[in-house]
């Protein structure tokens, strides 16, 4: 079964941002590179002051052997402001019957 990663970091957002319209093949290269490793989901979320990154892996292994070889993910982290080690966490589905939308 699949799991989720969570990724939080605090960032200047609003360089975060703009480093997504500046330099678009940054995160379209990070991207493919996590395609390639197996990623089956992808989405970045925002507050005023961090990044919030969630994602859908086949399993632990697959985001970090993508994580620990892509080195553009630091120079992403770099260039949007960064300020401190991103905590990372693995979830998995808690079995509770009451999944919406229901999994076919």
């Known amino acids: 079964m699949s799991v989720l990663m ?3 970091a605090p960032a200047d957002v609003a360089k975060f941002e703009k480093l997504a319209i500046d330099d678009p093949e ?3 290269g990070i991207l493919r590179r996590a395609k390639e490793r197996g990623l089956i989901s992808h989405r970045f ?3 005023d002051t961090e990044i919030f990154v969630v ?3 086949p399993n632990e292994e ?6 620990q070889t892509t ?3 630091q120079q992403l982290m770099q260039h949007a402001g960064v ?8 979830w998995r589905s808690a079995d509770t019957g009451d999944d919406y939308p229901r999994a076919q």
């Open 45 to 47: 979320w925002a507050s």
């Open 55 to 57: 994602d859908e892996w």
């Open 26 to 28: 940054i995160f379209t």
């Open 62 to 67: 697959s985001f970090n052997g993508f994580y």
């Open 71 to 73: 080195p553009e993910i």
């Open 6 to 8: 969570t990724l939080r």
């Open 83 to 90: 300020t401190a080690p991103p905590l990372v966490s693995f």
